[in-house]
């Protein structure tokens, strides 16, 4: 029996359960200390690169300590050496990562890291959808087993029941047959009911027929990718959802380190309006796309950007100090985006004064052609315009193809909609429409001969575009 591992989950639900989890300034140096001290892969990594902890005292000591990666760091050790005290078994709980970088990858969760990330799903479930004082039905449609999502989503919401609101967990998992056979039988129990899941699969339940979503009262947690502001209110419609700035909400979470912020109806909000005015986004993004924008915690996670993309320093079953994802993005003060909207004469919903993390998704999920960087946020919103957004699920592989004479072109794969008919020349010419006013490089880069992309329409479930049950990535390269 480990008495010190007892201690650690008494102290986390203590934490938990309290009004508010104060956390010290230092945090962030006093948990690269004690990663220092008790995870022997870290160790000799700072050996490895003569550093001395004890050296180490202030935030510019810290931010001149190494990058960790995948590669320099958790594929270079044995896993056990990862984790505090080189024990594996100190964490209860076994997750994998979707693999959408390369293979799989293990990592090591504690009930504490559950306990740690349910205030996120607190702050959307509580605070935007009032899930302390509404009965609330939570359907977890993440992907069930080894992934991250589905348990680890389950784990967080009974946490939040246990600490008295009044939510209950279904997990049907990504199964729409058995989502839809739960729900009228579950649904007129409660007051409003919260599908949590990946964008896409979540849109191809609410588009099912003969559903009547509004009568469920339905709110929606998601996760995964990047979404635009078309597509909210396109789900929103469908869905009855009463208000697409309160009521759906999205969670920045990794595999890495579960859930690293979530938006808010203010950062919903300030989304909606740079939605409009790509110049602005561009001012304050360095880039016309839209990113997610989500606001996180200072107390639980120390971002930095390195290189335009995000590095940050969390706690859980492997300790990640200053770990560079490939998420390409960057963080803003509260006080600053307040400013910038306020001069531009937008005044925001109220929201917590938390800082915001943007980030545009994965650099390996873009295709490059004619040196024009083309990404699925940017088709995406193509697919989403009237009399097109009807007769597709939104689901699309873009590839950059060659022939015969070695000359590319850029293909885009979709996927229609059950039962419709698509046009395979007005989606293309909608897409075009939006490369060209959304993506400058595109605008300046391509030839205007080859700015049409060839469309190519696959039934829904299509076994080599779109198999069911399974992560969809929108990019193949060659």
């Known amino acids: 029996m480990d008495s010190s591992r007892q201690t650690r989950v008494h102290q986390a639900f203590d934490d938990f359960f309290a009004a508010s989890a104060p956390q010290s300034e230092s945090w962030v140096l006093d948990l690269f200390l004690r990663t220092a001290e008790t995870v022997p892969a870290y160790r000799k990594l700072l050996r490895e690169n003569d550093i001395d902890p004890a050296a180490i005292t202030t935030f510019d000591d810290f931010q001149r300590l190494p990058l960790l990666d995948k590669p320099s760091y958790h594929e270079r050790y044995p896993l056990p050496e990862l984790c505090r005290d080189g024990a594996l078994a100190s964490c209860d709980m076994i997750a994998v990562s979707s693999g959408s970088s390369g293979r799989p990858t293990i990592w090591p969760r504690t009930l504490e890291d559950e306990l740690h990330v349910a ?86 339940v609410i588009d099912t027929p003969g559903v009547d979503w509004p009568a469920y009262r339905i709110k929606l947690v998601l996760a995964g990718e990047v979404f635009s502001e078309q597509w909210r209110d396109l789900v929103s ?24 912020g979530n938006e808010t109806a203010l950062s919903v909000g300030v989304r909606r309006f740079f939605a409009l005015r790509p110049d602005l986004a561009r001012e304050v993004f360095g880039d016309s796309r839209l990113p997610t924008l989500v606001q996180y915690d200072p107390a639980s996670r120390f971002f930095e950007v390195h290189d335009g993309t995000l590095v940050f320093t969390a706690d859980g079953g492997i300790p990640l100090i200053r770990y560079r994802i490939a998420d390409e993005g960057g963080i803003l003060g509260y006080d600053e985006l307040m400013e910038f909207c ?32 083309v990404y699925p946020e940017n088709v995406t919103v193509g697919l989403e315009q009237p009399g097109i957004s009807d007769t597709v699920t939104g689901k699309f592989v873009i590839e950059s193809v060659e022939d015969a004479d070695r000359d590319r072109s850029l293909r885009i794969t979709v996927e229609t909609a059950p039962g419709q008919t698509a046009d395979a020349a007005v989606i293309a010419a909608s897409i075009r429409d939006e490369l060209l006013r959304l993506n400058s490089e595109f605008a300046h880069y391509v030839p205007a001969e080859r700015q049409l992309p060839e469309v190519v329409l696959r039934p829904s479930g299509d076994p080599e575009y779109f198999p069911a049950g399974v992560k969809h990535r929108y990019t193949r390269r060659p």
């Not at 419609?237 to 859930?259: C, H, K, N």
């Open 237 to 260: 419609r469908r869905a009855g959802v009463a208000d697409p700035l309160s009521d759906i909400a999205s969670l920045y979470g990794t595999a890495d380190s579960g859930v690293l």
């Open 342 to 373: 306020a001069g531009h004469g937008f005044t925001p919903p109220p929201g917590p004064e938390l800082p915001f993390v943007f980030l545009f998704g994965r650099s390996l999920f873009t295709v490059s052609f004619f040196g024009a960087n």
């Open 119 to 204: 205030r996120r799903f607190e702050q959307v479930l509580v605070d935007g959808f009032h899930a302390d004082s509404r009965t609330t039905l939570a359907v977890v449609c993440f992907p069930l087993g080894t992934w991250v999502g589905g348990l680890f989503t389950q784990a967080c919401v009974r946490h939040l029941a246990a600490k008295g609101c009044p939510i209950t967990v279904v997990a049907p998992g990504n199964n729409k047959a058995e989502i839809l056979r739960v729900l009228p039988e579950l649904a007129p129990h409660f007051e409003q009911v919260v599908l949590l899941g990946y964008p896409p699969f979540v849109k191809d």
